[in-house]
């Protein structure tokens, strides 16, 4: 389970070379506020503000948390790939069919390959 750190708020900070007021000054949230959420006062500060600080400092949401270990996003090479990954992700009848399909035999996955072509309207085989 990741943690907030505020540790990590304040070393990108650091990097960023910005000051309380800098940031105040970007995110359009008053000094003050800001001195509260980086020294630990404001436990809970809201989403709202995370992402305008996490815009400021130019870096995620994720990056203010610390992780138990590294966080496990797949790694894809192109932005299709993310993209079907995502669909298979979000879609549980995807799911069903992309597992219903790992234990076929190469031609019974071209049957199946064949019947989904010709209910495109297509024909690549």
Same mark, same amino acid.
């Given at each position: 389970?990741?943690? /907030?750190? %505020?540790?990590?708020?304040?070393?990108?900070?650091?990097?960023? $070379?910005?000051?309380?007021? !800098?940031? *105040?000054?970007?995110? =359009? +949230?008053? =000094?003050?506020? %800001?001195?509260? +959420? /980086? &020294? &630990? /006062? !404001?436990? !809970?500060?809201?989403?709202?503000?995370?992402?305008? +600080? *996490?815009? *400021? @400092?130019?870096?995620?949401?994720?990056?203010?948390? =610390?992780?138990?270990? =590294?966080?496990?996003?797949?790694?894809?090479?192109?932005?299709?790939?993310?993209? @079907?990954? #995502?669909?298979?992700?979000? $879609?549980?009848?995807?799911?069903?069919? @992309?597992?219903?399909?790992?234990?076929?035999?190469?031609?019974?996955? #071209?049957?199946? %390959?064949?019947?989904?072509?010709? +209910?495109? &309207?297509? !024909? $690549? &085989?």
């Amino acid at each position: 389970m990741p943690k /907030f750190s %505020i540790e990590k708020m304040q070393e990108i900070r650091k990097s960023a $070379n910005l000051t309380y007021k !800098n940031l *105040a000054e970007l995110t =359009e +949230i008053s =000094e003050s506020t %800001i001195t509260k +959420i /980086f &020294g &630990g /006062f !404001n436990k !809970n500060p809201t989403l709202s503000y995370l992402r305008k +600080i *996490a815009d *400021a @400092l130019k870096c995620s949401l994720d990056d203010f948390y =610390e992780w138990e270990s =590294e966080p496990t996003s797949p790694y894809y090479y192109d932005c299709k790939t993310a993209e @079907l990954a #995502q669909e298979i992700h979000d $879609n549980p009848d995807y799911r069903i069919l @992309l597992d219903a399909t790992r234990d076929l035999t190469p031609e019974q996955l #071209q049957a199946i %390959i064949n019947m989904a072509n010709v +209910i495109k &309207g297509t !024909n $690549n &085989g």
